[in-house]
């Protein structure tokens, strides 16, 4: 038997639902890690928050926005293997929990305060990098869940160029670096205004590896998207 680890979801809930219909949805989550062999150490309560930022994510195949959401936290010790099932489980109840986090912490309390006002998209901020085990690797590809990307980080990519491709179902730097130039030209064809995606992708790639000082260094040379 492998050794059980402490861990945390952070999740976002839906700001449509009522406050008790939030704290349902959360005794839902602690289920679903009951059911994966979790124990539950802690939870935090139920608050609803303003978001840093508009969250854009892709809901029953279609595009849902949240300026605001429910937010609340459990905290849970479980054997590292049983994280793809949860994740699993949490992803179907998306209507509800629309987005979260899942992060391995310790025991006290007081470090969960800090997880409060992240968007839960910035999982390497708050994942613990120092563990370079093969089993850490492995259990990071599972924290990382499903999010969208600030698409306007790319050069050249303004709100409605974004708003286009979303609707298109490309949410992620990952999902745009995939596209050639002539599929995006073809999703932005009706956006009024010169939009040259030229650059785009490679400048996604960069984006989805992290190698933010590399982008913006290129986006220095870069006018619109292009090369100056």
Do not use: C
Request: no cysteine; aromatic share 6%; net charge negative.
């Amino acid at each position: 038997m492998s050794q059980k680890n402490i861990y945390e979801i952070g999740m976002l809930i839906n700001p449509d639902l009522s406050q008790q219909e939030a704290g349902q949805t959360v005794e839902k989550v602690k289920d679903i890690l009951g059911k994966q062999g979790a124990s539950v150490i802690s939870e935090g309560e139920v608050v609803d928050i303003d978001l840093a930022y508009q969250i854009i994510t892709k809901i029953a195949s279609k595009n849902e926005r949240f300026d605001r959401a429910f937010f609340s936290w459990v905290k849970f010790e479980v054997e590292p293997s049983a994280q793809a099932g949860i994740k699993k489980e949490v992803d179907k109840i998306k209507k509800e929990v629309f987005r979260y986090l899942i992060v391995k912490t310790v025991a006290d309390d007081e470090a969960t305060d800090k997880y409060q006002n992240i968007s839960l998209d910035e999982e390497e901020e708050v994942v613990d990098a120092d563990d370079s085990s093969e089993e850490e690797a492995v259990e990071s590809d599972v924290i990382d869940t499903t999010a969208s990307d600030d698409l306007t980080k790319i050069e050249g990519i303004g709100p409605v160029v974004a708003e286009a491709l979303n609707s298109a179902g490309i949410n992620t730097f990952a999902d745009l670096a995939e596209k050639s130039k002539g599929e995006i030209e073809e999703i932005i064809a009706n956006v009024a205004g010169n939009h040259n995606p030229e650059t785009w992708a490679e400048q996604a790639k960069l984006a989805a590896n992290g190698e933010w000082e590399k982008l913006e260094e290129w986006q220095k040379e870069l006018d619109g998207g292009l090369e100056k």
